[in-house]
């Protein structure tokens, strides 16, 4: 079976160094209730952990790119940079169902899925490598207090990840 590929094959570099990074990535789905929750659970996070930075990414496919934050944290700010520039100083990327948790691993970041629901959407799934699942954020924030956390360097990760964006061939299609 031949594969159509993606345009992000092009845009992926690995990064083996990972500096002090002290920030944390927050990435919903496209969707407005996403980025709700999303934005709570940022409130919540940057409230009881000051010591890092939380940045929220608003998915592209979203009409409103603009957020208004109705509480205002030093530790919290909404993303108008590059997904590239999110990732490679964020420690974490919190995630719920998109393909941004595959682009964290390759970038140094480790990715942490996050869903209240009892659903997995979670892409990282296939690849056996989602060592990092919580559906409460009072686990989640017990998460980051941990000091026993283990990165994403594990090779086979990188290169499933690498796999999974595959160059394009839109010759498949004629």
């Known amino acids: 079976m031949r594969k159509a590929g993606s345009v992000k094959s092009n845009k992926l570099a690995q990064i083996?160094?990972?500096?002090?990074?002290?920030?944390?990535?927050?990435?919903?789905e496209g969707t407005i209730s996403a980025t709700k929750n999303f934005?709570?659970?940022?409130?919540?996070l940057a409230h009881n952990i000051p010591e890092y930075n939380f940045v929220l990414r608003i998915h592209p496919a979203l009409k409103y790119r603009k957020v208004k934050m109705r509480r205002k944290f030093f530790n919290l700010r909404i993303s108008d940079e590059s997904l590239f520039h999110d990732l490679t100083r964020s420690k974490y990327c919190?995630?719920?169902?998109?393909?941004?948790?595959?682009?964290a691993g390759l970038y140094g970041c480790i990715p942490v899925y996050f869903d209240t629901s009892p659903n997995n959407l979670d892409p990282l799934s296939i690849f056996k490598y989602a060592r990092?699942?919580?559906?409460?954020?009072?686990?989640?924030?017990?998460f980051f207090f941990s000091s026993q956390i283990e990165d994403c360097s594990d090779s086979r990760f990188e290169t499933e990840c690498q796999n999974y964006f595959e160059d394009l061939d839109l010759a498949i299609f004629f």
Not at 16 to 28: F, G, Y
Not at 94 to 103: H, Q
């Open 94 to 103: 919190v995630y719920r169902s998109s393909a941004v948790s595959i682009e």
């Open 132 to 142: 990092y699942r919580f559906h409460d954020k009072r686990d989640l924030l017990q």
């Open 39 to 44: 934005l709570l659970l940022a409130y919540y």
């Open 16 to 28: 083996s160094e990972v500096p002090d990074r002290k920030e944390i990535l927050l990435a919903p």
